[in-house]
């Protein structure tokens, strides 16, 4: 490809620890490859997930119930169509309301948790357990200081360090900065607060 200067492009898409791992994996790989952060949608992204897909089959959202969805979801991509997917089936229609998304928001952490959330967790080891467990303890969505998390379960990092990194390996926590530690997605920390605690 490159001797022939043919045109060549490879997308795909991971959690954030991605970018570190493939560095890990291959040398130079911060210049082979260009990361885009997509993260969660803003407001107004969010609204339009929601709305337009209501208003194509008749339907609408009171601005209050868009609020609310785009601020339990975190905005993230996947549980604006699970909050979303839930308000959809529990409104008598053709108006989704806030009273809709409150009934709806416990079907979607449920099933959330049920589903998405324990299929990352049921592999940990009770080793990993205890350090997300630690994590979400310390209150917030994170990130946390690994030093932080390390002190909760009164060990040093230098103890800790093997469990941190085979988090962030299963892609389940990810080092934004150097020292820090975060969940891969959000509102994970309020699962591992309502599982295993």
Not at 30 to 57: K, M, N
Not at 150 to 161: D, P
Not at 171 to 195: K, Q, S, W
């Amino acid at each position: 490809m490159s001797q022939l200067s043919l045109p060549f492009l490879v997308a795909g898409a991971g959690l954030p620890s991605l970018p570190g791992l493939a560095g890990e994996a291959r040398s130079y790989a911060e210049r082979l490859f260009r990361y885009v952060d997509i993260g969660s949608l803003g407001h107004s992204d969010a609204s339009q997930a929601l709305t337009l897909p209501a208003e194509e089959q008749g339907a609408d959202w009171t601005a209050e119930a868009v609020a609310r969805v785009i601020h339990d979801s975190k905005g993230y991509r996947y549980f604006l169509q699970e909050f979303g997917k839930q308000a959809w089936n529990l409104a008598a229609g053709p108006r989704i309301t806030l009273e809709d998304v409150d009934a709806a928001t416990i079907l979607a952490v449920d099933d959330l948790d049920q589903g998405f959330f324990r299929a990352r967790i049921d592999k940990t080891t009770d080793t990993e357990r205890d350090y997300l467990r630690a994590m979400a303890s310390l209150g917030g969505p994170g990130p946390y200081r690994s030093g932080d998390v390390s002190a909760h379960l009164g060990k040093k990092t230098t103890q800790t360090g093997p469990t941190r990194d085979s988090l962030i390996k299963r892609g389940l926590c990810y080092a934004p900065r150097h020292g820090d530690i975060a969940f891969t997605v959000p509102m994970f920390d309020g699962f591992i607060r309502r599982a295993l605690t």
